[in-house]
């Protein structure tokens, strides 16, 4: 079995910037010869998280309109009291959604279904450089 | 240290049925004699998900009810309007939750709480069959 | 590859108490000699889970008021019909986050933020004594 660490860097636009990072996590599998294993996703940092999505525009909308019902912007926010930087809200959600992500693959193909991708969602009020840890564990063909 | 990847058919109601799948899961650790290492379970699709709850019928009610107040199906979804197939809801409640889970297991047992089973949760608003990928790695003894 | 199980005990108080267990986490890194791999973090029991936060005063209360916002303590659960424990709010909450989370680390250490910590999420309502499984999967220097 190999266990290899990479990085994947993506220049996000915060607010609830939902990105596909699906084919560079793919293209990793295919580059290292992997052929069966798991590949673990990780975003360090403490306002944005990982999961799959249809990615559609229709559902991109639908994502930020759930977001901010349930973690308003506009709400009090004792981190923004004691910080100022106003990214109380991005921080909850964050923290609900959860930085990790594990992905099963087998002949050489993550386990996804057909309309469903990977994303990165970056809650930050501003933009960021984000460079998240993509570690896979499993054997080569 | 072993890995095996192995799939999972269940055949589910969708709006929000709740699935224990906890003994489906102990018996491959049982067939494959594993004794210490981790299940990875994932389900591909983008509208169910995967968690851990006492199953009984109180809860899978509450849990349902939980849904319906953060993402009710009566709710405007901008992928209904493109898609027409109603199911926007679920899209959100399943990238909400998440569709992997791993469980570590020691002397042949998952180590799971006493009133913990693994459930998925299937979103959709129509029957599904529903193969999930379970992936073990981990010593055999 | 090394494949090692592990255990940490955290007394808790119960009622949305967040507790930082980063440092308990790299100790095990350390006293291990391990490199480079993944740590999966899992809670046994129905009503605790596991995230990243940015662990501050400011935040710790936000997330109490988030997860009091979306599953009150006061609302009816059918779970508390039934059993009479009051604490069906803290099951709802606990299936919501999730028992697992995991990990990568490299060069000895969890690939962590600055401002980013582990914590246990006890929703329960009432003291507990927690027995978090941790699991390392890497390589040893």
Redesign the interface.
Known sequence: ?E?E?QTLTFDTKGFNDIIDITARLQRLLNDGNYD???M?V?V???TAGL????Y????I???K??FD???PMESH???????HDGN?YA??RA??????????F?HQRL???T??QVVLIDFDNRPRKREL?V?I???KH
Request: hydrophobic share 35%; with cysteine.
């Open positions: 079995m266990l660490t069966e294993g798991r673990l990780f360090p940092g403490a999961t799959t999505i249809e559609e525009g229709g559902l909308q639908d994502m309109d759930f019902r349930i973690s926010y004792h981190h923004n009291d004691r910080w109380g921080h909850v923290a609900m959604l959860k930085p990790d992500l594990t992905i099963p087998v386990c996804l279904g309309w469903q840890v570690q564990c499993g054997k």
